[in-house]
């Protein structure tokens, strides 16, 4: 059974970092592509960032573009995401999502964990 | 940048109404559409993937149609379970970009 279990979110001030981690089981990890996609309470679904297989494609929506970094660690089954200079826009259900490709840009997103929230607020 | 509008936002049916969702790409995606469905406090879960192909597990009352710009959700008889938010998304490019969704209520 494919499991995608998020964590490292909370409240944090504006400004501040969060690393954020998603521990992937139930597939061959490094055989897929990943991603992460949040959602503002009340609000739908915002792609934030891709990462293919082997690290060599990277991707990120041009609102975090410059202070989101993703990675993954295929040896741990481990997606993260590093967030800095966080904004209070960036107050979302973070979601890690398995892509059904290699690369990041062209499959479909089939398994969801089920998110970690991230405040930011003073 | 692919921008995706869903019509319409939000849509009021009843247990067993045929009824379809659409979306359309700001420029031809080919096939690369996929459709999710929401329910409240719960992750996205994918329905149909390359526009028209049906998600494993997922029922047939479930289908998707189109090509290019025009793409549609069709759900042919509304189950109970089936009142959630439904999402259109574009792999063809990326940035990869969501549909803003449709509320379906009962």
């Known amino acids: 059974e494919v499991q995608l279990v998020e964590s490292g979110g909370g409240l944090v001030q504006p400004g501040r970092s969060l690393r954020l981690s998603c521990a992937a089981s139930?597939?061959?990890?490094?055989?897929?592509?990943m991603h992460w996609v949040r959602q503002a309470p009340g609000k739908g679904l915002e792609w934030v960032s891709g990462?293919?297989?082997?690290?060599?494609?990277?991707g990120y929506a041009d609102s975090v573009k410059g202070r989101f970094t993703i990675s993954r660690d295929n040896a741990k089954n481990s997606l993260y995401l590093q967030t800095n200079s966080l904004r209070v826009e960036d107050t979302a259900l973070y979601y890690c999502a398995k892509d059904s490709d290699l690369e990041y840009s062209s499959g479909w997103l089939d398994y969801w964990g089920q998110g970690t929230l991230v405040t930011v607020s003073s | 940048d692919i921008q995706m509008t869903q019509s319409p936002s939000s849509l009021s049916a009843s247990v067993g109404d045929r009824l379809t969702i659409s979306c359309r790409a700001s420029q031809s995606i080919r096939r690369y559409l996929n459709w999710y469905q929401q329910k409240p406090g719960k992750a996205p879960k994918l329905l149909i993937y390359d526009a028209s192909s049906l998600q494993s597990g997922v029922p047939s009352r479930f289908s998707g149609s189109g090509s290019g710009t025009d793409f549609t959700l069709t759900i042919s008889s509304l189950q109970p379970e089936d009142f959630a938010t439904y999402y259109c998304q574009q792999s063809y490019s990326t940035p990869i970009a969501f549909g803003q969704g449709t509320r379906l209520e009962i």
């Open positions: 139930g597939f061959t990890f490094d055989d897929y592509a």
């Open positions: 990462i293919s297989w082997n690290s060599g494609s990277i």
